[in-house]
């Protein structure tokens, strides 16, 4: 059973918005993301991260760059389920992610070479996010992370599980479970 946000944060609003608010504000300092400088907060009732900036509030939808939708969207997952662990609620302990490299990568990025500089330290700072958010829960937070991108770094190496690569004929879905040829129409 999911219990809806809203809901599961209701236990007292003032002193829950504070803990939510200082872990999300947290990670997007740590991911150098516009606006953390900000008071950052959680809105439910909108389901949106605002920040409470001296010119007056910035929600989500107008922070700007794919890199920072994806990161408020990390910090805040991993904040909340932060706090549903510590408050022992019934929510699932797993987060699944679908490439959170492609905001660095251009779409026909095919995984080789490994990206340099400033995109490849922000992708780096995502990862280190979630590692510290597993390692603070003590393995009560499972994150499964799905990704093209194949870092040579050792904080992305030390935690691939497995790599399914299509021209070795393996793939997350096994080619022998799809029973009917995809049209072209379709795709």
Not at 77 to 90: D, K, M, T, V
């Amino acid at each position: 059973m999911i219990i809806p946000a809203r809901r599961a944060l209701s236990h007292s609003r003032h002193t829950d918005r504070a803990h939510a608010r200082r872990w999300i504000e947290a990670k997007a300092a740590a991911l150098e993301l516009d606006h953390s400088d900000a008071p950052i907060r959680l809105d439910v009732n909108r389901l949106t991260v605002v920040a409470d900036t001296n010119e007056g509030p910035v929600r989500l939808a107008d922070m700007g760059s794919a890199e920072n939708h994806l990161g408020y969207h990390v910090a805040t997952l991993l904040s909340l389920h932060e706090w549903f662990s510590e408050h022992r609620n019934p929510v699932p302990r797993t987060l699944i992610l679908d490439q959170p490299s492609q905001v660095y990568f251009p779409p026909d990025y095919t995984g080789q070479p490994t990206p340099q500089g400033t995109d490849l330290s922000h992708l780096l700072n995502v990862y280190q996010t979630i590692v510290n958010s597993t390692e603070a829960l003590n393995g009560a937070l499972q994150v499964i992370v799905v990704e093209h991108a194949d870092l040579a770094d050792p904080l992305f190496r030390n935690h691939v599980i497995e790599r399914w690569r299509y021209s070795n004929n393996q793939a997350l879905v096994p080619p022998d479970w799809i029973t009917e040829p995809i049209d072209e129409e379709d795709e």
